[in-house]
């Protein structure tokens, strides 16, 4: 069965990601209303010259911008939260088909402990590696520097996957930082996995970049195609991770100075 | 071995194929989005330096008074200049005089203790002096006056004394003979004028000379007797007398060179060249010199067009030239014809941007077109006006302060605030009436939004008509007060009056003083004259007419916003829908004997007789007419002017509700900043939309379900 056909198979679980990535969303852009609301009381901004009102709200009422920086950074940490505890289940149901529902969720159960791990080992590599492209990035031009960044997330993101798993389906070992480091040196030792997963993932940045476009463009009133592209890139995402399941278990990590010892 | 290769791997050769073609294209597009433009053919230099006689105007005969013969050596490794200038002063005066005092500008980046120096502490407009120890000055040598002049004698030098002021931005000359009115001196100069590391409009950067202020200029006499010379203050500019520079420039060979005026001759000698200028009716000479620039030349209206950039900064030539044609089109059309027959446009390079958007006669510097980052152009951000609008606001200087020489001293809105409005009126021209200057999607910014801006927190310290020495660059406002809030007011006039008597207005102000030197008190009275002292708004109100006919009181308007901190601000303070009062309880008849008694009639929710009260505050200290437009529930529209004497003004409307009021719907008031008072929509209106919060709710939900989606699975 091929990516697509796993993904439309488990329609139930795309449609609840789906769902549950608007209301995440829902809560920022709901915060945010009624904080612009209650600053602006029973006045109005013009028909026209929006910018500059705009800009006059958020002189005068600052407490919008931090609104508006709450909501949708809030949002975003709310759903890597959310996404780290929901990762070991989806993998497991992508990877393995439907299965009963007490299966599943004991292999969550066994499983969660060791992907929250690896997710947090991921955490830690990723901003050295943020510290360490901050400094050198800076003096190139800001597109190529975007350009290297964005090849650097990719490249993160899919040894997360990676990472996650060999932890759910093939045993590996969440609490060790070297499952995290392999997921990265498995990643870039196998470029046909890595550009099928770089591939999904620019294009989930892409549903996600036009989606935001659409509704700037149109100061808000193109929030219903937005989260239709969102719909789009939750089952891209899927795609991708079903195809991370179906690529194998990554070789063992070389064994520790410590396990030579002994 | 290729054939072999292609047949046991073709897949290898194709993705060759494509990686090889995707180069190209990549390498084409790279290349034709920064490649060199061609030039196209030069046009020719124009063989005098003033237009036609119908494209002129009339040279009032007193305003030429200076003429300079100035011959310049640069030594481009030292960025050093040795000059000489003969220079012939007519006392045009009713006075004798003595005395000459002289400006060296270019003194003030002699050391960190100059007014100037101590004043910016090595900072222009965010530009920082670089090398600490490549410090500027102009040494004054030799000071002459030639004696024994005639025909076909250039007779002999008398030297005269001469000494630095207390400030050294300035030098007095004594003259060994008083010079009567109308008659004329001869002086001759020597000079050596060191070019500082620029970052305050003038000096070097690498290749790059930009050479402004750079010779000693004398004061400008006044009618009066008295002499106008100004110390070199960090916000003040200059102020100089009109004639005629006939300038022999001294460079390397392999400089490309662009100067004031038209150039008439270029002999090149081994290792150097000779390059002769020759500039009519100027009240200075710049020049900008570097071997790379390229050049880019057009004509528009018989005016040479020239360009001087770098190859990396030639792609927005064009942009350049559009921007420079339409402020051509519009300045002549509202000020008169440009009188000169060249404009240079000089593009400094980077690393050289303390030199951009400085004017000088017929030359001007410029600032570099942005390019916007694809994240934002996707996101829908459009703007025209990087760059280009430095463009016009310099090429403006042509008119206001080139033109109309006025005292850039004495009273700097003169020229940078009426040069601002112009340029608000250039955009429109080119754009239509407050076309968008930038936008982000739906939201706009204005040309009018970038001068409203004016009137926040230290742009309400001073008045407008002050001098430049006002100003601090410590305390700051200095652009916000003398360019925009000059603008604001001068557009808010403009609007209210109407656009065609206020454009009447400073077609005669630049009619009347091309060529001349005039202050704010002759601008006022060309608005006054022309706009009329008092324009009616409205006639009297039907339902008040007692109030009489509202009227903008222009010399009320001029005086207020010119010379107080005053402010324009208004707030709709509240819209009440009641029931109606009615006619319960006892009253006196005719024979006056009371009747009645009755008691008020219950009323639920929106029965019986009903009012509408409107209630306006003027929360700001200038007094100023205002519109007011009311909508009613049932979509009805009416339109009011209030004359703003109070401080608060009440509508009642019988039998009505009011479903919201707009203060100023069409946006008159430039000079309002906060607006955000100005529309209230009434407590019982069940479809409130205050116009914003869904929409930046919507995106801000937008924004988090990118960034879900993006840390999502």
């Not at chain 2, 090889?20 to 490649?35: E, F, G, K, N, V």
């Not at chain 2, 270019?106 to 410090?135: C, K, L, V, Y």
């Not at chain 2, 002459?144 to 400030?167: C, H, K, M, N």
């Not at chain 2, 402010?567 to 006056?592: K, L, M, P, S, Y």
Request: proline residues 6%; contains cysteine; hydrophobic residues 45%.
């Amino acid at each position: 069965m091929n990516g697509a056909r796993v993904v439309l198979a488990a329609w139930r679980w795309l449609l609840a990601l789906w769902i549950g990535e608007l209301a995440i969303a829902a809560f920022a852009g709901t915060a945010v209303r009624a904080q612009v609301a209650a600053a602006l009381g029973e006045f109005a901004l013009p028909d026209d010259h929006l910018m500059y009102a705009v800009a006059e709200l958020v002189g005068f009422h600052p407490d919008v911008v931090v609104a508006i920086v709450i909501g949708v950074v809030g949002s975003a940490v709310l759903a890597v939260v959310v996404w780290t505890m929901l990762a070991p289940l989806v993998i497991a149901r992508l990877a393995g088909g439907a299965r009963p529902a007490g299966e599943l969720g004991a292999a969550w159960t066994r499983t969660l402990g060791g992907a929250i791990a690896t997710s947090a080992w991921h955490l830690l590599l990723r901003a050295g590696l943020a510290f360490a492209l901050v400094g050198s990035l800076s003096p190139l031009p800001p597109m190529l520097a975007l350009a290297i960044a964005a090849l650097a997330t990719v490249v993160a993101t899919a040894a997360l996957d990676i990472s996650r798993t060999q932890v759910v389906l093939h045993g590996g070992v969440g609490t060790s930082w070297r499952t995290a480091a392999w997921g990265y040196v498995h990643a870039v030792k196998r470029p046909r996995l890595l550009a099928v997963l770089a591939g999904a993932q620019l294009l989930q940045w892409a549903c996600a970049a036009a989606g935001l476009a659409l509704v700037v463009r149109s100061a808000g009133a193109a929030i219903g195609p937005a989260r239709v592209l969102a719909l789009l890139g939750t089952a891209i995402g899927l795609w991708r991770l079903h195809h991370v399941a179906c690529a194998g278990a990554m070789p063992a990590p070389p064994p520790s100075r410590e396990t030579d010892a002994e | 071995v290729r054939t072999q290769v292609a047949r046991s791997h073709p897949k290898v050769v194709a993705l060759l194929f494509v990686r090889t073609r995707a180069s190209l294209i990549l390498a084409a597009a790279l290349a034709c989005d920064r490649a060199v433009p061609p030039a196209g053919a030069a046009v020719p230099e124009p063989e005098a330096a003033l237009r036609e006689p119908s494209k002129l105007g009339s040279i009032p005969a007193a305003a030429k008074v200076l003429d300079w013969d100035i011959h310049a050596r640069l030594d481009a490794d030292k960025h050093r200049i040795d000059g000489r200038a003969r220079m012939r002063w007519r006392n045009t005066s009713a006075t004798t005089v003595a005395r000459m005092p002289m400006h060296l500008y270019m003194n003030s980046f002699r050391a960190e203790d100059t007014p100037w120096m101590i004043e910016g502490r090595g900072r222009h407009r965010g530009n920082a002096q670089g090398d600490p120890t490549a410090w500027g000055y102009v040494d004054v040598q030799r000071v002459a006056r030639r004696v024994g002049l005639a025909q076909g004698s250039e007779g002999e030098l008398a030297p005269l004394r001469f000494a630095e002021g207390e400030d050294p931005s300035l030098m007095e000359i004594e003259l060994d003979q008083p010079v009567a009115p109308g008659e004329s001196i001869e002086l001759e100069l020597e000079f050596v004028t060191q070019l500082p590391e620029v970052f305050a409009r003038t000096g070097y950067a690498g290749e790059f000379h930009m050479v402004g202020q750079w010779y000693p200029k004398p004061g400008v006499l006044h009618a009066d007797g008295s002499w106008h010379t100004h110390p070199f203050v960090f916000h003040s500019e200059f102020y100089a007398d009109f004639g005629d520079y006939a300038v022999e420039l001294d460079v390397p060979a392999s400089m490309v060179v662009g100067a004031t005026g038209i150039r008439t001759e270029e002999v090149v000698e081994g290792d150097r060249k000779r390059i002769t200028y020759h500039a009519e009716m100027v009240h200075d000479f710049a020049w900008a010199a570097d071997p790379r620039f390229v050049e880019y030349t057009t004509s528009h209206d018989g005016v040479k067009i020239r360009q001087l950039m770098l190859p990396e900064h030639a792609w927005s030539y064009r942009a350049h030239e559009d921007a420079q044609i339409a402020a051509l089109d519009s300045m002549q059309a509202r000020f008169g014809p440009y009188p000169w027959s060249t404009i240079t446009i000089v593009h400094p390079p980077t690393g050289a941007e303390g030199a951009m958007g400085m004017e000088y006669p017929t030359l001007f510097t410029t600032s570099p077109v942005s390019s916007i980052a694809p994240p934002l152009r996707l996101l829908g951000y459009q703007e025209r006006v990087s760059g280009v609008f430095t463009t016009v606001h310099e090429f403006g200087h042509q008119y206001f302060q080139g033109l109309l020489a006025s005292d850039e001293f004495a009273q700097p809105w003169l020229d940078e605030g009426m040069n601002t409005t112009s340029n608000a009126l250039v955009l429109e021209d080119r754009d239509g009436r407050d076309a968008w200057v930038m936008r982000l999607g739906e939201l706009t910014f204005h040309g009018s939004d970038f001068v409203r801006l004016s009137q926040h927190g230290i742009d309400t310290l001073q008045p407008i008509d002050v001098s430049a020495a006002e100003f601090s660059p410590t305390v700051g406002g200095y652009g916000g007060i003398v360019y925009r809030k000059t603008a604001a007011l001068m557009l808010t006039l403009r609007n209210l009056a109407g656009a065609a008597a206020f454009d009447r207005a400073l077609h005669s102000y630049a009619e009347q003083h091309r060529f001349g030197h005039p202050t704010g008190a002759d601008l006022e009275a060309s608005l006054r004259e022309v706009i009329g002292e008092r324009v009616p708004l409205s006639t009297a109100d039907p339902d008040d007419p007692a109030s009489g006919v509202v009227e903008l009181d222009v010399g009320d308007v001029l005086e207020q916003g010119l010379r107080t901190t005053r402010v324009v601000d208004f707030r709709v303070h509240a819209i009440v829908n009641r029931a109606a009062v009615g006619d319960a309880g006892w009253h006196r008849n005719e024979a006056g004997v009371l009747v009645g008694g009755d008691a008020p009639e219950p009323r639920e929710g929106n029965e019986g007789p009903r009012e509408a009260v409107v209630v306006l505050h003027r929360s700001g200290d200038f007094v100023i007419p205002v519109e007011i437009e009311v909508v009613f529930d049932d979509d009805s529209v009416i339109r009011r002017v209030w004359s703003g004497r109070k401080r608060v003004h009440t509508l009642v409307f019988p039998d009505r509700k009011v479903a919201r009021v707009r203060l100023d719907p069409d946006a008159k008031l430039v000079l309002e900043s906060r607006r955000l008072d100005n529309h209230r929509v009434a407590h019982d209106v069940a479809d409130h939309d205050d116009g914003i919060s869904g929409p930046l709710g919507r995106t801000s939900e937008a924004a988090a379900l990118a960034l879900t989606l993006g840390v999502g699975p």
